[in-house]
């Protein structure tokens, strides 16, 4: 919004030019968003705590650690998603359209997580709204996000919206024609429950998310940028690069919760929090063409989700788990691992894979 009233006075003013530049923009949102977090912190956490009574419930078969945690308030995803929202409609290009879809998401996700942390709550569960209907909210928001991504991601012969891009290969694209609309929707889906299974120790969700956040806020300004994407011989997505200031947002937002959600946690994140910015790591992945570079960078919650599927998958046909208890941080609580240990080594991980991720830019 500020780039839209203010760069025109660049004529004028030439301090006003400084808001052309998506450095600045990026930069500006990170600030605002920390500083917003910061702020709303302890009034949110208070409104939380008077709301919910007993806080978030908490599993009985889980590390006998987590029953120490008992009365800490979910929900503090609003926090992430009011400061997220208010600073990148403050400093982005309010006339992008990917920012649009970016943020369609982001609300539409984070409502469904905010619905079921509030049937937690209501039941005092750990069961939320029922699976399946989750899942087709879930996917309806990204079907609208994959079509309208599709409609805008064109390239020189009108295909590369419908295409998967490869790393290491500077010219493979694979045209899924419409099948691309179910594998688009795979992936907004994924990530977002991903994240979601990811989100059970103190820290470790929002620390992992701000690490894969920051390498897509890169990836989304050289795949905008006509000549870093030449010379990196990426595909470029011509404006692609104004969702840099929903990452720069994110990642300041991320910070200021990460006050409150070090350990020990004053607040969760919930589902509110974990699904709105899983679902905005898979749009953003699906429209910088950069669907399988996800599965590097986040491979800590690829490995997260595996861990799940494995044991399910394990129990139902042998009889027998393969972890001591599923998803894989609580594995190794359970092996005897602090929680803090657990968390620092994973986000450790997370580092390793991003820059593994960011390589492939220039691999080709």
């Not at 977090?37 to 709301?51: H, T």
């Not at 500077?170 to 994924?190: D, Q, R, Y």
């Not at 990452?247 to 589902?271: E, H, S």
């Amino acid at each position: 919004m500020l780039y839209n009233l203010l760069f025109p006075l660049g004529e004028d003013f030439l301090f006003f030019n400084l808001f052309k530049y998506l450095t600045f923009r990026t930069g500006g949102a990170m600030l605002t968003a920390m500083v917003i977090s910061f702020l709303i912190g302890p009034a949110v956490i208070r409104w939380l705590k008077q709301r919910q009574k007993e806080g978030q419930p908490i599993r009985d078969d889980g590390p006998e650690e987590h029953l120490k945690k008992k009365g800490t308030p979910t929900m503090g995803g609003l926090m992430i998603i009011f400061a997220v929202t208010l600073s990148t409609l403050l400093w982005v290009d309010i006339a992008n359209p990917y920012m649009w879809i970016v943020l369609w998401v982001f609300l539409g996700f984070g409502a469904i997580g905010f619905a079921d942390d509030n049937a937690k709550l209501t039941r005092s569960s750990h069961k939320g709204i029922p699976v399946k209907l989750r899942l087709l909210l879930e996917c309806a928001i990204a079907l609208v996000a994959v079509l309208c991504t599709m409609l805008l991601t064109t390239g020189p012969e009108g295909t590369l919206g419908s295409s998967l891009a490869f790393p290491f290969f500077k010219n493979l694209l694979l045209n899924l024609s419409w099948f691309f609309v179910p594998f688009g929707i795979i992936v907004v889906v994924g990530a977002a429950n991903a994240v979601n299974l990811t989100d059970g120790l103190d820290g470790l969700a929002i620390g992992s998310i701000m690490i894969a956040v920051s390498c897509f806020g890169i990836i989304a300004y050289l795949v905008g940028h006509a000549d870093f994407a030449k010379y990196l011989q990426i595909h470029y997505v011509k404006d692609v690069g104004e969702l840099s200031v929903f990452c720069g947002a994110l990642i300041g937002a991320g910070l200021g919760f990460l006050w409150y959600n070090a350990p020990p946690a004053a607040v969760f994140m919930g589902d509110t929090g974990s699904l709105s910015m899983g679902g905005a790591l898979g749009a953003m992945a699906v429209i910088t063409k950069h669907e399988i570079v996800l599965a590097i960078i986040g491979g800590l919650f690829v490995a997260e989700t595996l861990s799940v599927v494995i044991q399910i998958v394990s129990f139902k046909t042998r009889g027998k788990r393969v972890f001591k208890m599923a998803p894989l941080h609580h594995h190794f609580e359970k092996m005897g691992w602090p929680e803090t240990k657990v968390v620092v080594r994973f986000w450790i991980i997370s580092i390793i894979l991003a820059l593994i991720g960011l390589s492939t830019l220039k691999l080709r």
